[in-house]
């Protein structure tokens, strides 16, 4: 989730090969937007909103994330093991 502009938690690990379904809860009112290039992934999560980010399968390995519009302090790691 986000909450005062961080994600929480900061590592979401999950299993590797397999396509994981992420929920996102902005627990904030201003928007947000998840941003990865690792992951190929850029979405929206609008102020109060849930969203469903489809990832993978992944390899083996650790997959950086970020806010786009707090990029110093909302930032993230998906690890597939």
């Known amino acids: 989730g986000i909450n005062r502009n ?5 590592e979401v ?3 590797a090969n397999v396509r994981v379904k992420l929920i996102v809860h902005n627990q904030d009112a201003s928007p947000e937007e998840l941003e990865s290039r690792q992951l190929s ?4 999560v609008p102020g109060g909103a849930k ?3 489809f990832i993978g399968p992944l390899k083996p390995g650790r ?3 970020w ?12 690890i597939a093991e």
């Open 6 to 10: 961080r994600y929480g938690p900061v």
């Open 13 to 15: 690990k999950v299993p």
């Open 41 to 44: 992934r850029e979405k929206l």
């Open 51 to 53: 969203v469903s980010i």
């Open 63 to 65: 997959y950086e994330f």
């Open 67 to 78: 806010g786009e519009y707090h990029d110093a302090t909302a930032k993230g790691v998906v």
